[in-house]
């Protein structure tokens, strides 16, 4: 059983309020409104519904997959709310930051230390991240629009560096 099935990962299509909310999140306005705020709002959402639901699931329709990574300054604990696209058995994660020009910085965490912990709806794993091969990388590229038609949008503005895409795997 891979790691998508295990954690119970899945796309339900969005109703009509949800992709107004993805396509306002895909422009340039909308992804930096969501850079400054999702991450709070996700907090909120998930404590009160004590992790039965995300910021992004309710407004878009979009499941989140919370990441916990090692600090590669720090060393503490950083967990990021980010969306998966399925890759076979699997998930993968991109570092697209909101379309943004810089890398995020649990990018960085992964390449130091590629041990992670990932969970989804109260289901926790400890996964190890390695960076997408050739074939898997294309792959993901194409999928992430049908999971999320901002991918598409941020892959345009994203200039000066590729978008990093780790593949996870059970530890």
Same mark, same amino acid.
């Given at each position: 059983m891979g790691l998508a099935a295990e954690l119970s990962y899945q796309f339900k299509r969005p109703n009509p309020f949800q992709?107004?909310?993805?396509?306002?999140?895909?422009?340039?306005?909308? &992804?930096?409104?969501?850079?400054?705020?999702?991450? %709070?709002?996700?907090?909120?959402?998930?404590?009160? *519904?004590?992790?039965? &639901?995300? &910021? #992004?699931?309710?407004?878009?329709?979009? #499941?989140?997959?919370?990441?916990?990574?090692?600090?590669?300054?720090?060393?503490?604990?950083?967990?990021? %709310?980010?969306?998966?696209? #399925?890759?076979?058995?699997?998930?993968?994660?991109?570092?697209?930051?909101?379309?943004?020009? *810089?890398?995020? &910085?649990?990018?960085?965490?992964?390449?130091?230390? #590629?041990h992670a912990e990932v969970s989804f709806k109260g289901r926790s794993m400890s996964v190890i991240a390695r960076p997408a091969e050739e074939a898997e990388y294309a792959e993901v590229m194409l999928n992430s629009a049908s999971v999320y038609g901002g991918y598409a949008k941020y892959r345009q503005r994203i200039t000066g560096r590729r978008v990093r895409i780790f593949v996870l795997e059970p530890a």
């Amino acid at each position: 059983m891979g790691l998508a099935a295990e954690l119970s990962y899945q796309f339900k299509r969005p109703n009509p309020f949800q992709r107004l909310m993805q396509a306002f999140g895909s422009t340039r306005a909308g &992804a930096w409104f969501f850079s400054k705020t999702l991450r %709070h709002l996700d907090d909120v959402v998930g404590r009160l *519904s004590r992790g039965r &639901a995300s &910021a #992004p699931g309710v407004l878009a329709g979009l #499941p989140v997959l919370e990441v916990t990574t090692t600090g590669r300054k720090s060393g503490l604990r950083r967990t990021s %709310h980010l969306i998966s696209v #399925p890759v076979r058995e699997t998930l993968a994660i991109l570092g697209t930051n909101f379309g943004q020009t *810089s890398t995020p &910085a649990w990018v960085f965490n992964l390449e130091a230390d #590629p041990h992670a912990e990932v969970s989804f709806k109260g289901r926790s794993m400890s996964v190890i991240a390695r960076p997408a091969e050739e074939a898997e990388y294309a792959e993901v590229m194409l999928n992430s629009a049908s999971v999320y038609g901002g991918y598409a949008k941020y892959r345009q503005r994203i200039t000066g560096r590729r978008v990093r895409i780790f593949v996870l795997e059970p530890a």
